[in-house]
């Protein structure tokens, strides 16, 4: 028989033991959450005006210098569309994420646009999503409905909602109601876990609802829709949110004051030149991104969400798009005045830095790029491939006989605003910008 006091210190032992082992967070139990959200596929920001901050590599760096003592979660929109050129770059920040670890990632609304079939093959690119409340027409979860990890001696649920009173549902999906799914999850998440985590794609007033209603749940981190909320208690739940678009990165910190009493202090990380690129986010990411559209055409026309600035026309007879120089007979002075601006040589900056078959970019440097009649390539269409008259007056065919002379569109700020907006080119000014290009009053 063992002595009394063996048992005693084995037994005290044990529960230690089990207490340390429960994943259950304690008085000074601390927590650091990593958080991104809204995406919206912007994989490193335009630099045309000077570098500006954000991008998916200086992501990566700053999560790689904080030595993997965190949870990183993404709050969903990953991507900004359905069509197949906006599918690869959701791939491509997909590929990044993978790269950087993420432990979660919900199934947002932009994700929810793809329908099932394209949601499933975004899941095998290694970051693990999860939605309580996307299902197929079955009525299946398509991804985990939650995942259990552990992290700082404490085991956490991450779970994610979408709402499903506004989101537009791809095929093969359908969205319950986040309340209902949640009423039925929650218990089951506080048996499973000590910390509860939902990942929201839902307005303030909602996740305010939830956090009222569910006090089980430790975090709520939601959707920022281009703003940053810092982090609050409500009833006994923390919610936060942050600004998208691959520039800024949500760095909280989670203390508990005793077992049901977490207090979070949180910080919005400006992603600029303070932080170093990760080389491994910029092979996986970007460099694989240039890769997979170059020398690529895409359908333009493709039904569903994504990039507005990008959509197909096709011109009235006799209104074909026929470039700068023939422009050049009537208008010989307004021609010169062009032809030494930069918008005469705009592609040039996108081959450059290898963005000169990116969508995205493509779009802001050349003339009528998606339509029918527009720009296709430096191979097929080099006459167009400038930002020349008719990306501000129109399409000229129309014009080069008298009975149309003078029926050009004039140009003026909301004609720059399409492509100088504040996120492309923050430094913008029209009053200045334009009198580098203006050739108002010449003959």
């Not at 965190?70 to 969903?76: I, P, S």
């Not at 979408?162 to 218990?187: C, F, I, K």
């Not at 009833?235 to 989670?254: H, V």
Request: proline fraction near 5%; charge should be negative; glycine fraction near 10%.
């Amino acid at each position: 028989m063992l002595p009394a006091i063996v048992l005693v210190v084995g037994v005290a032992v044990l529960a230690y033991g089990l207490c340390r082992g429960s994943g259950r967070p304690r008085s000074g139990s601390r927590l650091r959450v990593l958080f991104s959200g809204e995406t919206m596929g912007e994989l490193e920001p335009c630099n045309c005006s000077g570098k500006m901050a954000g991008g998916l590599p200086v992501r990566g760096g700053y999560i790689e210098a904080r030595g993997g003592r965190y949870l990183l979660v993404d709050t969903g929109c990953i991507g900004n569309g359905v069509r197949d050129f906006e599918v690869l770059r959701t791939e491509a920040a997909l590929r990044a994420m993978a790269v950087m670890g993420y432990d979660a990632a919900n199934v947002g609304e932009h994700e929810v646009w793809l329908g099932r079939d394209k949601l499933l093959e975004l899941t095998t690119l290694g970051v693990p999503f999860v939605s309580a409340n996307v299902l197929d027409a079955e009525g299946r979860p398509v991804v985990e409905p939650y995942r259990v990890v552990r992290r700082s001696g404490l085991r956490i649920a991450i779970t994610g909602v979408t709402d499903s009173g506004q989101t537009d549902v791809g095929p093969g999906l359908r969205l319950d109601p986040p309340r209902e799914v949640l009423a039925r999850l929650v218990p089951e998440l506080s048996e499973t876990a000590g910390v509860i985590i939902v990942l929201a794609d839902l307005k303030l007033a909602d996740v305010r609802d939830l956090a009222t209603d569910f006090p089980e749940i430790t975090l709520i981190l939601f959707r920022g829709r281009e703003d940053s909320y810092a982090a609050e208690r409500v009833n006994r739940t923390i919610i936060a949110s942050i600004y998208g678009e691959a520039r800024y990165l949500g760095d909280l910190t989670l203390t508990w004051e005793s077992a049901g009493n977490v207090s979070g202090e949180d910080k919005a990380v400006l992603l600029d030149e303070r932080f170093t690129e990760s080389e491994r986010v910029l092979n996986a990411c970007t460099k694989w991104y240039k890769d997979a559209v170059r020398g690529r055409t895409f359908d333009f026309a493709q039904p569903g969400h994504g990039w507005e600035r990008i959509r197909p026309s096709t011109p009235a007879r006799d209104s074909q798009y026929v470039g700068s120089t023939a422009c050049r007979a009537c208008h010989e002075r307004e021609y010169e005045t062009w032809r030494k601006g930069p918008h005469a040589e705009a592609i040039e900056s996108l081959r450059a830095v290898g963005y000169d078959h990116s969508p995205e970019c493509v779009v802001c440097h050349v003339t009528g790029y998606a339509a029918s009649d527009g720009y296709v390539s430096m191979t097929k269409t080099p006459e167009l491939g400038t930002v020349g008259c008719e990306a501000c007056h129109g399409r000229g065919r129309f014009m080069l006989t008298n009975d149309h002379k003078g029926l050009a569109h004039t140009a003026g700020k909301d004609t720059c605003l399409q492509c100088h907006m504040w996120k492309r080119d923050p430094t913008f000014d029209f009053a200045t910008d334009w009198a580098k290009i203006s050739h108002e009053g010449k003959p």
